[in-house]
């Protein structure tokens, strides 16, 4: 029997630090927080969405907008 385990999530944007030889933007990605639930395969750590080189906060912002107003919640199945 396959056990669901759901987590409500908001996406956060979230930008780190460049390549220390200066050649790499800062990669950006969308930090998934917890709201109402979490899943219980994440543990103490965190899930995120890592964007591909070049994709601006700009762009993440939009994508986290687009997240927001369309998933519900995320799963895993087991």
Known sequence: MSKVDKGVYAFEVKEGQPSGDG?????VCLYCQPTK????IVGSGF???NL???????QAG???KYLAEHIESISFTK
Not at 37 to 40: I, P, R
Not at 52 to 58: F, P
């Open 23 to 27: 050649r790499d933007d800062a990669p």
């Open 52 to 58: 591909k080189a070049g994709t601006t906060v700009q």
């Open 37 to 40: 639930s979490e899943l219980s």
């Open 62 to 64: 939009d994508v986290a």
């Open 47 to 49: 899930l995120s969405i």
